[in-house]
């Protein structure tokens, strides 16, 4: 079994920061890309940052230069900071990671259980 478990999520005022942390367990056999989504009610899931097993990172035009993903490839974890937040980064954040688990064939698409991330003006 694998999954993964975020934490990090709450309350903050416009201009502050938070940081979002998930980390991958179970069998896992290997990683490659990480990434945050987010999600707010009656909209879709929205891509926010992704990063490969190599560092490569990419973001959506909305966080560019306030948020910064990051990874810890030993213990599989990866991390959103969230600097500059604004209201409508309020969302519910996902953590999503492509994994090989062992004795599996290929990667599979696993996510987290969110975390609330709500913003005040």
């Known amino acids: 079994q694998v999954q993964l478990v975020e934490s990090g999520g709450g309350l903050v005022q416009a201009g502050g920061s938070l940081r979002l942390s998930c980390a991958a367990s179970?069998?896992?056999?290997?990683?490659?890309?990480m990434a945050w989504y987010r999600q707010v009610p009656g909209k879709q899931r929205d891509l926010v940052a992704v990063i490969t097993s190599g560092g490569y990172t990419n973001y959506a035009d909305s966080v560019k230069g306030r948020f910064a993903i990051s990874r810890d490839n030993a213990k599989n974890t990866v991390d959103l900071q969230m600097n500059s937040l604004k209201p409508e980064d309020t969302a519910v954040y996902y953590c999503?990671?492509?994994?090989?688990?062992?004795?599996?064939?290929?990667?599979?698409?696993?996510w987290g259980q969110g975390t609330q991330v709500t913003v005040s003006s």
């Open positions: 179970g069998s896992i056999f290997s990683i490659n890309a």
């Open positions: 999503n990671a492509d994994i090989k688990a062992t004795g599996g064939t290929r990667p599979w698409g696993y």
